[in-house]
């Protein structure tokens, strides 16, 4: 894939940002890879948002998407999925963001007090994503003070906590509908409707439910 263009990055200051890496760290429940965030989505059990995301690249390979939802922890659910990289869906590149908005909204109104915890601790400062060397989902140091990137994800959870207060809470943010893709499913199943709280059953939408929205439409912070 072609690195973005630096015209895309965005220049943050790390004393005046929420800043996450590691999920024991001040911000580290705003990471995919956080624990304590429990999902559910078509009936199965999934530990973290990173599994469920990972899970998301195959929905044509239902016997990967049960190996990496079966990983014990994040990181081993990423990699199981990585030496199948390149048969990952063919919109691979243009649903990622979509699914990525999706999964954390997942984690939000399925684990409502939780993470709202979390997104307001952040209390009105820019969210990043400090990486090694993603400049896309995150934003590398540049020194110890200046990071840059398009920091794709923290701006998906500035979104996702704008969203969350102007609605007055995460409890009215859902259900939430399914991502208006191709072939959105999980086991050979359909994905549908996802309610509230991790436990519940998702169910199908009546047949006067408005259509699912399209998430690849809505702007970035």
């Not at 999902?39 to 599994?51: C, D, F, K, P």
């Not at 081993?76 to 649903?95: C, L, N, T, Y």
């Not at 990486?131 to 020194?143: E, I, K, Q």
Request: with cysteine.
């Amino acid at each position: 894939m072609t690195p973005p263009a630096q015209a895309n990055y965005r220049h943050y200051l790390r004393a005046e940002c929420a800043v996450f890496n590691k999920t024991k760290e001040r911000f580290g429940g705003l990471s995919n890879m956080a624990g304590g965030f429990p999902l559910e989505v078509a009936g199965v059990r999934i530990r973290t948002s990173e599994a469920l995301y990972q899970a998301c690249r195959f929905p044509h390979m239902p016997d990967l998407q049960r190996e990496i939802i079966d990983e014990r922890s994040p990181m081993a659910a990423k990699m199981r999925g990585k030496p199948f990289r390149s048969k990952s869906r063919g919109d691979w590149d243009e649903v990622r963001v979509a699914l990525m908005r999706w999964t954390i909204r997942v984690k939000l109104v399925q684990n409502p007090r939780t993470f709202e915890a979390v997104l307001e601790e952040t209390r009105d400062l820019p969210i990043v994503e400090h990486s090694r060397r993603d400049r896309f989902w995150g934003a590398v140091a540049l020194n110890d003070e200046e990071l840059e990137g398009q920091n794709v994800l923290g701006r998906l959870l500035m979104e996702l906590r704008q969203e969350m207060r102007e609605a007055g809470g995460p409890e009215h943010l859902g259900p939430l509908q399914p991502v208006d893709i191709p072939d959105f499913s999980l086991f050979g199943s359909p994905i549908g409707i996802i309610r509230t709280q991790a436990g519940a059953r998702p169910v199908e939408p009546p047949d006067d439910e408005p259509p699912a929205t399209t998430f690849v439409e809505q702007k970035l912070i």
